[in-house]
């Protein structure tokens, strides 16, 4: 059962227009959200979070907006350039305490190529 | 500050031959994991260690064991390893301080293939 899914495999958008990635998730237990970037051969890299007291938060180019009721959250980057070209990765967690806290649950994954 | 460091980078396997994968972090954190990247699956939570001395079971365990030497260090071992088992593996490292957990960070990865 995905817990965390991201529909789009792939997206492709124009260098300077808006990238929009969305990620869905089941567990109502998820109060913590992540975006990862992954370039080819390299760890993801944390891009930027969210806690789901807010519905907004902001990082220069990155916006993600959390839609609790539609347990839903999405990913704008503005303007998108080409070094934006990546794997990006939505992951929900916990903050609980106890063995439970820091596990992070994964979507699939979604390509994003930003064409000059 | 190297960050979280992992050998091999790659490892060619035959089924049925064990090996250690070595993950390090030189930042102090508490919790390291393991994680396995597969074609449409995301990464998928192997184990992970909360704290010194502790180890769980994620969501995929089976196949593999886990040691967490010490603070810094935390080894995955494929026993017997077997065709299923090629993927990529990461490491990654988080702090926790009271009830809130940071971000992960992850190490390169090591590509395994098992024949």
């Known amino acids: 059962d995905q817990q965390v899914k991201q529909n789009s495999p792939s997206l492709s958008v124009q260098e300077g227009r808006i990238s929009i990635l969305n990620c869905d998730y089941t567990n109502s237990m998820f109060d913590y959200f992540l975006w990862y970037k992954k370039y080819p051969a390299e760890g993801p890299t944390f891009l930027i979070s969210?806690?789901?007291?807010?519905d907004k938060n902001e990082d220069g180019r990155f916006t993600v907006f959390l839609n609790k009721s539609a347990k839903h959250l999405s990913l704008h980057i503005v303007p998108s350039q080409p070094g934006d070209s990546a794997v990006y990765f939505c992951?929900?967690?916990?903050?609980?305490?106890?063995?439970?806290?820091?596990?992070?649950?994964f979507g699939q994954g979604t390509i994003l190529t930003v064409h000059p | 500050n190297a960050g979280v460091t992992q050998t091999p980078k790659f490892q060619v396997l035959k089924t049925g031959q064990s090996m250690t994968l070595q993950c390090a972090q030189d930042m102090n954190h508490n919790s390291m994991y393991w994680y396995r990247q597969d074609p449409g699956m995301g990464l998928r939570l192997i184990y992970y260690?909360?704290?010194?001395?502790?180890?769980d079971k994620g969501e995929v365990p089976n196949g593999y064991n886990v040691s967490r030497l010490n603070k810094r260090e935390f080894s995955l071992r494929l026993e017997s390893a077997a065709p299923s088992q090629t993927s990529v593996y990461f490491c990654?490292?988080?702090?926790?301080?009271?009830?809130?957990?940071?971000?992960?960070?992850f190490g390169p990865g090591t590509r395994l293939t098992v024949t």
């Open positions: 992951a929900a967690s916990t903050y609980a305490g106890g063995t439970s806290y820091g596990k992070l649950t």
């Open positions: 969210i806690s789901s007291i807010k």
């Open positions: 260690s909360a704290s010194e001395g502790t180890t």
């Open positions: 990654a490292s988080s702090e926790k301080v009271g009830k809130k957990v940071y971000e992960q960070y």
